[in-house]
């Protein structure tokens, strides 16, 4: 069966440029999550959706961040404009909704130069 | 929000040597997971527990929800090479969702 999805694997790019990360969750799942992971901060929990509706976006760094859930099967999440500080793995995670149990995909890693 | 502690924060092991690491909060956990993350990869989900005291086991991981509810205890016996990486605890925020992370346990065994 397969797990989460998320492209691409590895992302460089410029400072200002627009950066946008994919997820396809697990077939099923109705819970997704976005996540971030720095060596400083460890896991944060940038957002997440319950049946593709924005639950809570608090963690959510600043206006530069936005992500969508357009249908079950997926979710972006873009930074525009980037900076250096972004630079960070990027993990999504899906779940039933109301389930602790999540299942996270391998990661965007993504450095901003 | 709730924080979970994990401690060591690293170890160092030898191979065949069992591993004992613990989670701890100063909050009511319902729920408690473990995960694994190997170098470049997502977490993997190892072993999830419901009930206070529950022990369970996954191979040779064993992990127990403290009786207290404000931790748990992740045990590996004789540890192979494979078993190097990071490993989580985990626990709702409120309800069943979101998790709250701890910062890890980073493990290293030595051939």
């Known amino acids: 069966d397969a797990g989460v999805i998320q492209s691409p694997r590895h992302e460089v790019t410029e400072m200002g440029q627009e950066v946008t990360l994919r997820c396809k969750p697990i077939?099923?799942?109705?819970?997704l999550f976005w996540y971030r992971q720095t060596m400083m901060r460890g896991l944060e929990l940038l957002i997440y959706?319950?049946?593709?509706?924005?639950?809570?976006d608090s963690g959510m760094p600043e206006d530069r961040f936005s992500a969508k859930m357009p249908n079950a099967s997926f979710s972006t999440l873009k930074i525009q404009p980037s900076e250096p500080r972004d630079s960070a793995v990027y993990f999504c995670?899906?779940?039933?909704?109301?389930?602790?149990?999540?299942?996270f995909g391998p990661g965007t890693r993504l450095t901003v130069t | 929000g709730q924080q979970l502690n994990q401690s060591p924060q690293s170890m160092f092991i030898q191979e065949g040597e069992d591993v004992s690491m613990n989670c701890t909060s100063s909050?009511?956990?319902?729920?408690w997971l473990w995960y694994k993350q190997d170098p470049g990869e997502g977490p993997v989900l190892l072993i999830a527990?419901?009930?206070?005291?529950e022990l369970t086991s996954n191979g040779r991981l064993t992990a127990q929800f403290g009786i207290t509810r404000k931790d748990s205890f992740l045990n590996i016996s004789a540890s192979i090479p494979s078993d190097v990486g990071i490993y989580f605890c985990?626990?709702?925020?409120?309800?069943?969702?979101?998790?709250?992370f701890g910062k890890g346990t980073r493990l290293s065994v030595i051939a």
């Open positions: 527990l419901y009930k206070a005291g």
């Open positions: 077939s099923g799942h109705n819970s």
């Open positions: 985990a626990g709702p925020n409120s309800g069943n969702t979101p998790l709250v």
């Open positions: 959706f319950n049946n593709n509706v924005p639950i809570d």
């Open positions: 909050s009511i956990f319902n729920t």
């Open positions: 995670a899906s779940s039933f909704v109301g389930r602790p149990e999540q299942y």
